[in-house]
């Protein structure tokens, strides 16, 4: 299955995709402003290019596991972007990922590319154990 992940901010949304058989992520870049029209229209335009079949948003929990701000924000933006897709927009627990990713000095992909990235190859592995 692929598998698009988004590594949402108001301001820049990282955006990472999956091989098609659901095993390497790579990252693909960033939308400004995804929630706006425009960076939602940006982002569906993306799902059917690249023939997602599912999205993956990194859920920004604090470290206890609870949902601030950040995280009700993140929620509202995935309602509206599942009524624009036609596929199913699911959240994924992101805590780290920007850590991580800028310790993935590898790449050249801007630095929210590649903590969707980093999102993607987590919830890849996660979800190839829990099946």
Same mark, same amino acid.
């Given at each position: 299955m692929?598998?698009?992940a988004?590594?949402y901010? %108001?301001a820049?949304t990282?955006v990472? &995709? *999956?091989?098609p058989?659901?095993?390497i992520?790579?990252?693909?870049? +960033? &939308?400004?402003?995804a929630? *706006?029209?425009?960076?939602?229209? !940006?982002l569906?335009e993306l799902i059917?290019t690249h023939?997602?079949?599912?999205? +993956?948003?990194g859920m920004?929990l604090?470290?206890r596991g609870? %949902?601030?701000?950040q995280?009700?924000?993140?929620?509202?933006?995935m309602?509206?972007l599942a009524?624009?897709a036609?596929v199913? &927009? &699911?959240p994924?627990?992101?805590r780290?990922t920007?850590n991580?990713?800028?310790?993935?000095t !590898? *790449?050249?992909?801007?630095?929210?590319?590649?903590?969707?990235?980093?999102?993607?190859?987590?919830?890849?592995?996660?979800s *190839?154990?829990e099946a």
């Amino acid at each position: 299955m692929k598998v698009l992940a988004l590594d949402y901010g %108001r301001a820049r949304t990282g955006v990472a &995709v *999956s091989d098609p058989t659901g095993t390497i992520a790579r990252p693909l870049g +960033v &939308v400004e402003r995804a929630a *706006s029209d425009n960076g939602l229209a !940006e982002l569906t335009e993306l799902i059917r290019t690249h023939e997602a079949e599912r999205v +993956v948003v990194g859920m920004p929990l604090t470290l206890r596991g609870a %949902r601030g701000e950040q995280a009700r924000e993140t929620e509202a933006f995935m309602a509206a972007l599942a009524d624009a897709a036609a596929v199913p &927009v &699911v959240p994924f627990d992101e805590r780290f990922t920007t850590n991580l990713a800028e310790q993935m000095t !590898e *790449s050249t992909a801007p630095e929210d590319a590649r903590a969707a990235a980093h999102l993607l190859t987590t919830y890849l592995a996660w979800s *190839s154990a829990e099946a």
